[in-house]
């Protein structure tokens, strides 16, 4: 028995049970039946048809013979049995009915989506079949092109959006060096050399994510299967026609070839494009060299055009602008020598010549480059219709007219005209060299006429400052000779019992004397300057310590320092500080620092002077805690005649010319000189910086600078030459205080005389004297056998260093300079006799 005949089975017996009265239990349990059916998956229209055959069946059991339209019932309790069976029934059928229900629906609807299936489903056949012959279609085209694809010079490649390969030509795999039917499935990431990937594999999700579409010359390194990496470009486009097939197509090419092309394209282009630049400063170079290199500076321009012709153009003129605004046409420079009649007959014409109009005014006020060149602009440029003429002979292709302006102020005009053949047309670069050439020639002009202008400032000014120093010469010439007899007699009054006994008297002789030596002083330092600065002062270069000449200094100054109760303190390099140099010249440099410190530095102030080595030179140093200096002031106490304070009214003061010579003696020496001071009242120090002595030109230092001692000298015979008797008088008597026996004569020839006749131990004779001179003097002395060896001494006019050269070279065997002072006269003579002795010691046998 079947599952549904089971169920009706037991569904009828239930119901048969129930109407036969045995309770509602039987009906349950038919109920219940049902439904363990209907989860035991039986079918909803199985189990209607179950329920149906016991219902039919009980119905017919419990109806008249007549049908069960009308049920005579005739009980009412088994009437009411059945109804309840019904409805027992009729309820446990209702999830069934249900679910029926649904079903019928579902069916329904099932039945729409199957139609609507069935449109798609002719849809989808007819766009496949399309499909089909679009590929098909596609196919063909391929066919078509599938041996051009494979044999293609460039590779390709189909890769999927990841980057593994579909296909590849045969060039892709000749690139990537692999056969190519084992290209497809590699990934071709793996053939990117590992620097390039991160890039490669951003690239690819970006074609991926759609952001791009194409990238186009990506240049990228490729690493074969075998070999060497190699440069590639690659093109890749996304194919994404339809979605599902989305692929990437890649262009490929070995561009190593390229690559050197392009590098040696790069490196030639470099190297002209450098070899070019080169030239252009090499042809600027040349033509500052000639714009500086010439005194002459239009010589210098007619180089620099030909310059010009022969690097920038066939053709350069210049023209310069002259005084009253015209043009004068100073060169017309060719480069083909074959043209040379032609450039005579142009340098006879000016270009843009004459008066500047006002069209060649708008045509010279900026660079021009004028190209073609064309009649109109021949007859504009030229002074005339033959110059007109003459340009046109040019076969000029395009000029560049270049103003040469200065201060907005046009000085010339340099015109570069090429011609056919030569060049075509002015790049760029050879405009700037041209623009570059006219300023510098403009330049050169400017320098020319300022040049010219200062030097005639110049000679305007040395003229005057010789005048002034003739002036200056003659004037304390003039000056000094009636000085040296108010010091001698002033020396000697003073000396005189009337006067040292009489204090006014006696002042006034000694007020006398001071101001006598002070003008004397001046006068020195007027004429030492003018003598420095005519360069008519030589300083000798002889092995000096600087430390002697220090302490030679300090030892002059140390009465004076006392006299104001100044400490003096002196700190020396332990050794010597040898330097080239002039020992006397040297002196005075050191002695006025010392006196300047003595002068401007208050009573109990204090002074210390200190020679240090430093590297190569050596310094000394000067300070004093005086009056102090003006920081304004440094430099300039320097300059001749310059003070800083007012202190110059003192007496003491000087002219202001002491630390202008100290400067040009120090320089003289290859030194500096300089002052330093924190301000006015606190102190100043000075400083001279000197070269040592180079180590070869070193010797005993001490040894060259030792200088014999000074002591009295024994009675001498001395004749005392000289023309003017006041000088005469004060050096007898100075000569005589000394125990000397004095002959006096008052020119040369009677000088002369007395030597013969007199036969002294030493000579001291005047050197300008009228007639027969100092010079001459001797050497007639010099000619007596007798007479030949006796020392003889200069008397020298202002101490000029040429007299004393002059005098000891004619002979002379030292030298003093009018009025001598006593402790001088008597040091030379003491020195010169001294050596007499020694040489005739020497000369004695035993
Ligand atoms: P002067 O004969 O006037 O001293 P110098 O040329 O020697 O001439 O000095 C120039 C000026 O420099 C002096 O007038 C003075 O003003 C200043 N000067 C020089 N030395 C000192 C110093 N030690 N202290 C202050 N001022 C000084």
């Not at 085209?141 to 045969?170: H, K, S």
């Not at 074609?207 to 070999?227: A, C, F, N, T, Y």
């Not at 200065?406 to 005209?417: A, W, Y």
């Not at 008597?733 to 040369?748: C, N, Y």
């Amino acid at each position: 028995m079947n599952a549904v005949a089971a169920l009706a089975r037991e569904c009828e017996v239930a119901m048969q049970a129930y109407l036969a009265g045995s309770g509602e239990a039987a009906l349950r349990r038919a109920y219940e039946a049902g439904r363990r059916a209907l989860a035991d998956g039986m079918g909803v229209l199985d189990i209607l048809a179950a329920h149906q055959a016991p219902i039919i069946r009980a119905l017919q059991s419990q109806a008249p013979e007549e049908g069960i339209r009308e049920p005579d019932i005739r009980e009412p309790d088994s009437e009411r049995a059945l109804e309840r069976a019904l409805h027992c029934l009729a309820e446990s059928l209702s999830p069934f009915e249900m679910v029926f229900r649904g079903v019928q629906e579902a069916n329904g609807r099932l039945q729409q989506s199957l139609s609507s299936l069935r449109s798609v489903e002719e849809q989808l056949r007819r766009q496949n079949e399309e499909l089909l012959a679009a590929h098909r279609a596609v196919e063909k085209e391929r066919g078509r092109y599938q041996a051009l694809y494979d044999f293609a010079p460039d590779g390709y490649l189909v890769t999927g959006l990841e980057g593994a390969i579909l296909e590849a030509n045969t060039a892709a795999a000749a690139i990537l060096q692999t056969p190519k039917e084992l290209l497809p499935g590699q990934s071709l990431c793996e053939f990117v050399v590992k620097a390039d990937r991160d890039e490669f594999r951003e690239r690819l999700r970006r074609l991926h994510m759609g952001s791009i579409e194409k990238v186009e010359d990506w240049q990228i390194s490729i690493r074969p299967r075998e070999g060497p990496t190699i440069p590639a470009a690659l093109t890749v486009v996304a194919e994404r026609s339809v979605p599902a097939v989305a692929s990437l197509r890649w262009l490929i090419r070995d561009v190593t070839e390229r690559k050197r092309l392009e590098k040696e394209r790069d490196r030639w282009m470099f190297g002209r494009a450098k070899a070019q630049a080169a030239r252009r400063f090499e042809i600027l170079a040349e033509a500052s060299s000639l714009l500086v290199g010439s005194a002459d500076v239009e010589t210098s321009l007619i180089g620099v055009a030909r310059l010009a012709a022969s690097f920038l153009a066939g053709w350069c003129f210049i023209s310069l602008v002259e005084p009253d605004g015209s043009l004068r046409q100073l060169e017309a420079a060719h480069a083909d020598p074959s043209t040379a009649d032609l450039a005579n007959d142009l340098r006879r014409h000016c270009l843009f010549g004459g008066a500047v109009d006002p069209g060649r005014g708008a045509l010279l006020a900026a660079p021009q480059l004028i190209e073609p060149l064309t009649a109109e602009w021949y007859d504009l440029a030229a002074d005339g219709p033959r110059h007109s003429a003459l340009l046109q002979q040019l076969s000029g292709n395009s000029a560049l007219v270049l103003p040469m302006r200065i201060h907005n102020r046009l000085v010339g005009v340099l015109t570069l005209v090429s011609v056919f053949g030569a060049r075509r047309r002015y790049r760029p670069a050879a405009r700037a060299l041209g623009e570059d050439l006219a300023r510098r020639c403009a330049l050169a002009l400017e320098n020319a006429r300022l040049y010219r202008e200062v030097v005639a400032e110049r000679d305007k000014a040395e003229q005057a400052n010789r005048a002034k120093d003739q002036f200056v010469a003659i004037l304390s010439h003039e000056l000094r000779n009636p000085l040296t007899p108010i010091v001698g007699w002033t020396r000697n009054l003073k000396r005189r019992t009337p006067i040292s006994q009489d204090p006014l008297l006696a002042e006034g002789v000694k007020a006398i004397e001071k101001n006598a030596l002070t003008l004397r002083r001046l006068i020195d330092d007027c004429l030492d300057l003018t003598r420095i600065s005519e360069g008519k002062i030589q300083t000798e270069r002889k092995l000096v310590d600087l430390n002697q000449i220090v302490l030679t200094s300090v030892e002059a100054v140390r009465q004076m320092a006392a006299e104001r109760d100044l400490s003096l303190q002196v700190e020396l390099t332990p050794e010597p500080v040898p330097a080239l140099g002039d020992a006397t010249r040297l002196e005075q440099v050191i002695m006025n620092l010392l006196v300047n410190a003595v002068k401007y530095t208050k009573k109990s102030g204090r002074i210390s002077i200190r020679t240090v080595r430093i590297g190569a030179e050596t310094e000394v140093e000067v300070t004093d805690t005086g009056i102090g200096i003006d920081p304004a002031f440094l430099e300039r106490i320097f300059e001749p005649f310059r003070q800083e304070t007012s202190s110059w009214l003192r007496s003491e003061a000087g002219l202001g010319l002491g630390l202008a010579i100290a400067r040009r003696i120090v320089d003289m020496h290859d030194g500096r000189i300089w002052a330093e001071s924190a301000g006015l009242e606190r102190g100043s120090t000075f400083r001279v910086r000197l070269p040592l002595a180079a180590e070869e030109d070193q010797g005993s230092a001490a040894a060259a600078v030792e200088q014999p001692p000074a002591g009295p000298a024994n009675s001498l015979r001395i004749l005392l030459i000289d023309d003017l008797d006041d000088i005469l008088f004060l050096m007898k008597t100075d000569l005589e205080r000394m125990g000397h026996t004095v002959m006096t004569a008052t020119d040369g020839h009677r000088g002369l005389e007395a030597a013969k006749a007199y036969h002294p131990d030493l000579i001291i004779s005047d050197i300008r004297m009228p007639v027969v001179d100092g010079y001459e003097l001797l050497r007639a002395i010099r000619d007596i056998p007798d007479l030949n060896a006796t020392p003889a001494i200069a008397l020298t006019g202002f101490g000029a260093k040429a007299d004393i050269e002059r005098a000891l070279a004619a002979g002379f065997n030292g030298c003093l300079s009018k009025p001598a002072e006593p402790e001088e006269i008597a040091a030379l003579v003491k020195q010169l006799t001294e050596k007499r002795r020694a040489v005739h010691a020497g000369a004695q046998p035993g």
